[in-house]
């Protein structure tokens, strides 16, 4: 079968879009709904908690039934269906179950359409960032006219934005095709004796500490800049600008697998994270300062990112790739984003960004140590064409 090229993207595009309306946006929308801080802290982490559970569980099924694309089609519908719930419903406790409800589908549907891709792409896994990347396209068109639309209307309009890119997400999983895994069933390797090696344990601390280190981004980031004087357009900018960053290490990425081992990639991009959030936390008034932590970007998310999908590709293999991804998600994001949400939104009032921003720093400092120690060390590991 051929590769399913500008299908897979579409689904990044529209997946990615639909995050690009809740990044920068959502916590301003339940701002404006009269929510504390805590309060959006909690909400935020009831969204990222479904990630530790649901990925897991349709990882599970989908190795299992190998029905990926059907499991994918049906969690796709019920995050939409669900989230029709914001248009209707007002308060915390409505709030909060439908978070959860239809964060469960949303978050469980990326993990498995990246195994999907990496089966579609066989000995072609190097073409993993071509497609990816137009899931930051898909953000940055999303964020830029977002932003731009909320300069004329009220933010009180966003779920409808965000109702209509979650059918757009599942209409584009409908055409998708399922994948041939090709797995033989010979020289199989159980879950349980991938985990209990080390570096895999070491592999998950090091991607839970670096998303932990992004809760106060994710979920604070634009009350941030809002409060330090920027409008909400110069705000999608910003955001832009670090997804602009990605885009073109997307680009690179062959090429820079090609030069560096997945170890080196991981500890530079490591490094540069420590670097842009102490840039955040100490610099937010100058401009130029914030347009070059946001382009660091590239390195906290977009290089950390492909080199853990070619690490979880060489780790389970193909009998476990989708609990593989799962885990992943499961952990980094889910796990590690559930924290960060927790910490930031308690200490945001009672000890400032700056002290937020600076302990997120410092989780990237431990998850350097922790990757310089055990992470890429093995031969095998290394990153082939």
Known sequence: MNLPYWRLSLFYFFYFATLGGFLPFWSLYLENAGFSAMEIGELSAFMIVTKIIAPNLLGAIADHTRKSMMIIRIASFFAA??????????????????????????????????AVTLFHLKDQAHRYSSIRLWGSVGFIVAVLGIGRLLEFYSIDDLPYLLTALLGLIWLAVLITPE??????????????????KPEIFAFIIVYMLLQLAHGPYYVFYSIYLSHHQYSATVIGLLWSVGVCAEI??????????????????????????????????????????????????????????????????????????????????????????????????????????????????????????????????????????
Request: aromatic fraction near 18%; proline fraction near 1%.
């Open 179 to 196: 994948a041939k895994m090709g797995y033989s069933g010979r020289d199989s390797i159980s879950l349980l004796h991938i985990l209990l």
């Open 248 to 385: 073109l290490l997307f680009m690179l990425m062959k090429k820079l697998l090609a030069w560096l081992s997945l170890r080196t990639i991981v500890l530079i991009s490591i490094f540069l994270s420590i670097v842009r959030w102490l840039l955040i936390a100490h610099f937010v008034d100058y401009y130029a300062v914030m347009i070059a932590a946001q382009l660091l970007h590239a390195a906290s998310f977009g290089s950390s990112h492909v080199a853990a999908i070619h690490l979880v590709h060489q780790y389970f293999g193909v009998e476990h790739q989708g609990k593989g991804q799962a885990l992943y998600s499961s952990m980094s994001f889910g796990l590690g984003g559930m924290l960060g949400s927790l910490y930031s939104g308690f200490f945001w009032d009672e000890l400032g960004a700056e002290f937020v921003y600076s302990v997120a720093a410092m989780l990237c400092c431990i998850a350097f140590l922790i990757a310089f120690i055990w992470v890429g060390r093995v031969k095998q590991l290394k990153y082939h064409d």
């Open 81 to 114: 269906l669900i989230f029709t719930g914001f248009l209707f419903f007002k308060g915390y406790l409505w709030f909060a179950l439908i978070t959860v409800g239809f964060s469960f589908f949303w978050n469980a549907t990326l993990p498995q359409f990246e």
